[in-house]
């Protein structure tokens, strides 16, 4: 008896004094979330529980032979949903969004395998503001269990570990990042329009003759035709408000229309188009065929550059909300990106509209320069041909 | 256009990571088994602690059996599971004595070191006879790197009821206190009295005379001791990984790789894996390598310092980025002090070019006296870098 007596004190000397070495890392599920971008009151979830926390709550090892197989997973899929989602509550606004499983799978993660709970979440209010997470799973049968949290909407993601110390969370979708995802779209479009020489370039050759009048149209190719400068500012800063709200109006509808995916054309065809307009709208200043609504070949053309500006967006898919706020920003970006270069040029082009230099080098040898860059971009795109010394001139 | 990159790479990653298996008989996860007499153990007790859950005998022997599965496989879950079982006591402005040492125990090897110490200390003082409070702070303390105080708590155990926990305690001392010698001695001593039937015991014992004996520099003895005590308990994680590293150490890394490959499940044989498949040039060292910094990556995600030490030596050795494994050493050795850890300080301030950093392992190994020719290699070096320096 004694000596029974002595070794559970050795037996406690070994407990106490060896080190633990453990395999592996404690509880943790992973609870991911993102909202629908179909749909701005439906929350989409995957939820990855272990499976041997599982199997400590639950008889998930129906026979006993210390192996849980996907046959075992799937009858007992009811009673994990049961029980994991009477642990987790999400609140829109302070409202509850119901949670409802959707499909069951597995997922490997770094310490075993894990069931997946696919499930959305439905809440009475559009978009939520507000977006409160309660959890407390295993919380009475694990204290060190974790919840590896992630939401991800557009550019954002939140992290966030839950536990017992630190059960619920409550995310801020609002306006921080709302304007800071519409400046981000607003800052793509400029760039989009600084990198694309061939939309500047359109806009640009329709507005060199927007400070001169043409009395008489040339007669035949070398032929200047007689031009005339306007006499006051106003009516050449008409003339570009005509063009570039002409403009505007309609590469938004295209735009707006492709990125919604309602208009699918092939890339080739359209930026063929696009040099092609370039090329058209130069060749109009060297023999005009339009020389007083230069705003309806700006109008008309302005389709097949929405179409192009879309293409920087291909693939973009957001709630409606936040959908309409990127294309307005991308938008806006796109009219300043304009502006920046537009404004500059007329203001010279005005200055400048007495002399014979803007008149023969400008208008003349600018828009036939113009004219046979984009000429050489046509076959470039329409024969996907690439000449590599000329790629400098190549709009990415 | 960088922020649509960075929306497209978003996006990407919302795509479900998960699988639906095609096979219904494909077997997902291993649990634990009541073929296992240790399981059928704890679920009886699981299941009177339900009847009784007012019972604290039925709550502590569940824990206690929570605390020793976990131990004996390596699953730090159960920790939290022995936790949650006093959990409705640890509330209580005075908890039980009893409480307080499982829970002691379950900070201690949740290396809250600091935390299970302070709980340690308030215990004793109101039970200073309490044997396995002080051995358990002993053990404290060795790993916060003062054997000394830890000689005192030992001291505590001589003249009780038994001397051969004392004996076992003072052993475990004077392995990391320069007398690795007498520590050797005395467990052999024992070892030779251990009954057959406490494998656990044993694999502790020949664990800790392994070490003794590669402390004196007696490889081929420490070997012996490995198998023995991997005989008594196969599969014992703790002894797994300091063979695993005997024979990493002697350059028998295909050996090393054979011991340790049926246990990637374990965090720390895993390591051992990882460290002999790069030294033999195998062709899967690179996937298993990703694979272990995905642990890592999982482990500090949910702000677990479990394995600060492993990391510290993966990031040192598989990875070879100095400058970020002498950071996880440091970080490590704000608690954990013993032997390995200044021999990974010393290693991880060598490779960093920036000896000066470990000054508090020097220092400690000065003071305590340690012997294992490893650590003094290393010291030697740091030394000769150190002169070196203009």
Redesign the interface.
């Known amino acids: 008896m004694r000596a029974i007596a002595r070794w559970r004190l050795v037996l406690l000397c070994a407990a106490a004094l060896a080190p633990a070495a453990w395999a592996h890392k404690e509880s943790d599920s992973y609870l991911r979330l993102r909202p629908d971008p179909a749909d701005g009151r439906r929350l989409l979830g995957q939820w990855d529980i272990a499976i041997r926390d599982l199997a400590f709550v639950l008889p998930l090892d129906a026979n006993g032979d210390g192996a849980v197989t996907w046959r075992e997973l799937k009858a007992q899929r009811q009673a994990i949903e049961r029980y994991a989602l009477a642990h987790l509550s999400i609140r829109g606004d302070g409202l509850v969004c119901p949670i409802r499983a959707s499909d069951q799978g597995v997922a490997e993660h770094s310490d075993g395998a894990y069931d997946v709970i696919v499930f959305e979440a439905r809440c009475d209010k559009d978009t939520p503001q507000k977006l409160t997470l309660a959890y407390d799973l295993f919380a009475d049968v694990d204290p060190y269990h974790r919840a590896i949290v992630r939401y991800s909407a557009g550019q954002r993601t939140i992290n966030d570990v839950l536990g017992p110390q630190h059960a619920s969370v409550t995310l801020d979708l609002r306006h921080p990042q709302r304007l800071r995802q519409f400046w981000d779209f607003v800052v793509d479009g400029l760039w989009h329009i600084w990198t694309g020489p061939d939309h500047l370039l359109f806009v640009t050759s329709l507005l060199l003759p927007a400070v001169l009048v043409c009395r008489r149209r040339p007669r035949a190719w070398g032929d200047a035709g007689d031009w005339q400068p306007v006499t006051g500012f106003w009516p050449a800063a008409w003339e570009l408000i005509k063009v570039i709200s002409g403009f505007t109006v309609s590469h938004s509808v295209t735009l707006t229309a492709s990125v919604l995916g309602y208009v699918d054309l092939p890339s080739r065809l359209v930026e063929s188009g696009i040099a092609a307009s370039v090329m058209v709208a130069a060749l109009n200043n060297l023999h005009p065929l339009v020389t007083r609504r230069a705003w309806l070949v700006a109008f008309g053309f302005g389709f097949i550059h929405g179409l192009g500006f879309a293409s920087a967006l291909a693939g973009l898919s957001l709630p409606p909300a936040a959908m309409a706020l990127a294309l307005g920003g991308f938008n806006l970006g796109v009219e300043l990106g304009q502006e920046s270069v537009v404004l500059p040029l007329l203001a010279i082009a005005y200055l400048l509209r007495g002399t014979a230099f803007y008149r023969r080098g400008v208008l003349r040898g600018g828009s036939a320069l113009i004219a046979g860059l984009a000429a050489l971009w046509l076959v470039q795109r329409a024969l996907d041909w690439n000449v590599p010394a000329l790629r400098f001139l190549t709009p990415g | 256009?960088l922020?649509?990159l960075?929306?497209?790479a978003?996006?990407a990653?919302?795509a479900?990571?998960?699988?639906?298996?095609a096979?219904?008989?494909?077997?997902?996860?291993?649990?634990?088994?009541?073929?296992?007499p240790r399981v059928r153990h704890m679920e009886s007790l699981r299941a009177l602690h339900e009847r009784r859950p007012q019972d604290l005998e039925a709550a502590l022997a569940l824990a206690r059996a929570y605390?020793?599965y976990g131990?004996g496989?390596?699953?730090?879950?159960y920790?939290?599971?022995a936790?949650?079982v006093i959990?409705p006591w640890l509330r209580l402005a005075t908890p039980p004595l009893d409480v307080s040492l499982v829970h002691a125990?379950i900070l201690?090897?949740?290396h809250d070191f600091d935390a299970a110490r302070a709980q340690l200390e308030a215990l004793l003082q109101r039970d200073p006879g309490n044997?396995?409070a002080w051995?358990?702070l002993?053990?404290v303390q060795?790993?916060q790197g003062e054997p000394e105080a830890a000689r005192r708590s030992c001291a505590r155990l001589i003249g009780g009821?038994?001397a051969?926990?004392a004996l076992?305690?003072l052993a475990?001392v004077n392995m990391v206190n320069g007398r690795a010698a007498d520590a050797y001695e005395s467990l052999a001593r024992?070892v030779g009295r251990?009954?057959p039937a406490?494998p656990?015991?044993r694999a502790?014992?020949e664990?800790l005379l392994a070490d003794a004996a590669r402390s004196l520099g007696h490889d081929a003895l420490a070997e012996r001791h490995f198998q023995a005590g991997l005989q008594a308990a196969p599969g014992d994680?703790?002894l797994l990984?300091d063979y695993a590293d005997l024979l990493l150490d002697l350059g028998r890394n295909g050996e090393a790789l054979a011991l340790v490959k049926d246990?990637s499940?374990?965090?720390?044989?895993f390591l051992r894996q990882v460290l002999a498949e790069q030294r033999l040039g195998l062709p899967q060292a690179q996937a298993d390598a990703a694979?272990m910094a995905?642990?890592f990556?999982?482990?500090a995600?949910?702000?677990?310092r479990?394995?600060l030490r492993e990391q510290a030596r993966f990031v040192l050795e598989v990875e070879r980025d100095p400058a970020r494994a002498l950071a996880l050493a440091q970080d490590n050795w704000r608690s954990q002090r013993?032997p390995e850890d200044a021999r990974l300080l010393l290693a991880a301030a060598l490779a960093a070019d920036q000896p000066a950093v470990a000054a508090p392992a020097v220092a400690l190994v000065e003071r305590t006296h340690l012997e294992d020719p490893r650590v003094r290699e290393l010291l030697r070096r740091l030394r000769r870098a150190q002169d070196g320096a203009p």
């Open positions: 256009m922020s649509l960075a929306l497209s978003v996006l990653t919302n479900p990571a998960y699988f639906v298996p096979d219904d008989d494909q077997v997902l996860q291993r649990v634990p088994t009541i073929a296992d605390l020793d131990r496989t390596g699953d730090a879950r920790l939290g599971r936790e949650a959990e125990t201690q090897s949740r044997d396995q051995l358990t002993a053990s060795l790993v009821p038994d051969l926990a076992a305690c475990a024992i251990a009954p406490a656990q015991v502790w014992t664990g994680n703790f990984a246990y499940a374990s965090d720390t044989s694979q995905a642990r990556a999982d482990e995600r949910r702000g677990s479990l394995y013993a």
